[in-house]
């Protein structure tokens, strides 16, 4: 009976793998056809991350800070983390102290896309080693 759910468990699994990397191509086309679109970089940005090659998230995520900084409190630590992926340490420094001053300066704020400081204070060091 185990083996009925764990095939159906890989078979949901592996669609919904297939579903994120169609759904990232799909943003991607979005993002290139409308560069101005903050919706479509910051999804083509933040599904790199959660795939392969993510260091290829950094053009999305830069576009999104460069048309509207605050569309996302975490946007700092983002990009932080795709310059990390691309192994460019001193940048990904620079955006997680970034980030880290932000959220040391605004205590109150609860959202979803707020990065707790320990994990923000754990990337800094990974850079610095």
């Known amino acids: 009976m185990a083996n009925i759910y764990l095939e159906q468990a890989d078979q949901i699994y592996k669609q919904q793998k297939e579903a994120i990397e169609i759904a990232k191509e799909m943003f991607i086309q979005a993002a290139s056809l409308d560069p101005s679109n903050l919706r479509a970089n910051w999804m083509a940005g933040s599904l790199y991350l959660e795939t392969i090659n993510k260091d290829r998230a950094l053009p999305y995520l830069l576009k999104v ?44 704020y609860r959202g979803k896309d707020r990065v707790m400081p320990q994990t923000v204070a754990r990337r800094i060091l990974e850079c610095k080693n």
Do not use: C
């Open 65 to 108: 800070m460069e048309l509207k900084p605050k569309y996302r409190f975490d946007i700092l630590y983002q990009i932080g983390r795709a310059y990390h992926y691309a192994l460019d340490f001193d940048n990904a420094l620079d955006y997680y102290q970034r980030y880290q001053k932000k959220v040391l300066s605004d205590r109150s």
